[in-house]
């Protein structure tokens, strides 16, 4: 098994920053993409950012040019940098890993227990 363990979340003012952690540890063979999704209530959890193994990053429009996603697959963990907050990213926050492949070509999709973030105006 694989756990995700978020840290970093919190209460900010607009305008300011915040950065999110997440650690995988567990049976881990090959971190192939790590994200950050966000969700707020009654809506459906969307794309933040991802990083593919390769490093090459993609970013959500609403985010562009505020956030940075990164990773330390050293340390197994993605980070996400968030400047210029608004109170629109108030959101709670999960991270994503998908595992593999292994042997079998199968990846395997974990999810962190998610972090909340409040951007008061």
């Known amino acids: 098994q694989v756990q995700l363990v978020e840290s970093g979340g919190g209460l900010v003012r607009a305008g300011g920053s915040l950065r999110l952690s997440c650690a995988a540890s567990?049976?881990?063979?090959?971190?192939?993409?790590m994200a950050w999704y966000y969700q707020v209530p009654g809506k459906q959890r969307e794309l933040v950012a991802r990083?593919?193994?390769?490093?090459?990053?993609m970013y959500a429009d609403s985010v562009e040019g505020r956030f940075t996603i990164s990773r330390d697959n050293a340390k197994n963990t993605v980070y996400l940098q968030m400047s210029s907050l608004k109170p629109e990213d108030t959101a709670v926050y999960y991270c994503?890993?998908?595992?593999?492949?292994?042997?079998?070509?199968?990846?395997?999709?974990?999810w962190g227990q998610g972090t909340q973030v409040t951007v008061s105006s």
């Open positions: 994503y890993v998908l595992i593999g492949p292994d042997g079998r070509g199968q990846n395997y999709a974990y």
């Open positions: 990083i593919n193994s390769g490093g090459t990053t």
């Open positions: 567990g049976r881990i063979f090959s971190i192939n993409t």
